[in-house]
Antibody, heavy 118, light 108 residues
Framework: EVQLVQSGAEVKKPGATVKISCKVSGYTFTDYYMHWVQQAPGKGLEWMGL????????IYAEKFQGRVTITADTSTDTGNMELSSLRSEDTAVYYCATTGTGNWFDPWGQGTLVTVSS | EIVMTQSPATLSVSPGERATLSCRASQSVSSNLAWYHQKPGQAPRLLIYGASTRATGIPARFSGSGSGTEFTLTISSLQSEDFAVYYC??????????FGQGTRLEIK
């Protein structure tokens, strides 16, 4: 069974950096992209970017470019998403997801709540 | 960027009845469209990809149709577990991958 298990909730102050991990199992990590999606409270889904674990190449959404860093650690089959210069608007649940053979997301991690508050 | 627009924002339907949800793309996405539902406190779950192919384990009461710019998700006979928020997503022209704003399906 394919599983993506994310790290736990975080509380950060404005200006800080948060790093969330996503450990995969049940498939070969380097076979498929890992994506990250943001969901603010009561809001919809917003794609942040992806990493190709095979070569580490990344693509970021324009909105997050310059503040987000997505990486893949093939030694632990873990993807990571780092968001810097946090502000209150970054309070959200962050999901990792893999896209398998197509560019639809399946499955998703369970989500990680990041709260940005002074 | 392709903008995805879902309608209606909220749909009230009785259990056992049919629900029809719409998704429109600002330009053609061919059949490169997926549908998800999301229950409170849970991650989204894939229902449909390729506009009309059910994902593994998804019941036959869920069906998707459409191509180009107009898409429909139909749930033929609503069960209690179907009341959730539904999102469409295009993966034809990216980056960025884009989602609709969601349709909340609630019990009437």
């Amino acid at each position: 069974e394919v599983q993506l298990v994310q790290s736990g909730a975080e509380v950060k102050k404005p200006g800080a950096t948060v790093k969330i991990s996503c450990k995969v199992s049940g498939y070969t990590f380097t076979d498929y992209y890992m994506h990250w999606v943001q969901q603010a409270p009561g809001k919809g889904l917003e794609w942040m970017g992806l990493v190709d674990p095979e070569d580490g190449e990344t693509i970021y959404a324009e909105k997050f470019q310059g503040r987000v860093t997505i990486t893949a650690d093939t030694s632990t089959d873990t993807g990571n998403m780092e968001l810097s210069s946090l502000r209150s608007e970054d309070t959200a649940v962050y999901y990792c997801a893999t896209t398998g053979t197509g560019n639809w997301f399946d499955p998703w991690g369970q989500g990680t709540l990041v709260t940005v508050s002074s | 960027e392709i903008v995805m627009t879902q309608s209606p924002a909220t749909l009230s339907v009785s259990p056992g009845e049919r629900a029809t949800l719409s998704c429109r793309a600002s330009q053609s996405v061919s059949s490169n469209l997926a549908w998800y539902h999301q229950k409170p406190g849970q991650a989204p779950r894939l229902l449909i990809y390729g506009a009309s192919t059910r994902a593994t384990g998804i019941p036959a009461r869920f069906s998707g149709s459409g191509s180009g710019t107009e898409f429909t998700l139909t749930i033929s006979s609503l069960q209690s577990e179907d009341f959730a928020v539904y999102y469409c997503q295009q993966y034809n022209n990216w980056p960025p991958i884009t989602f609709g704003q969601g349709t909340r399906l609630e019990i009437k």
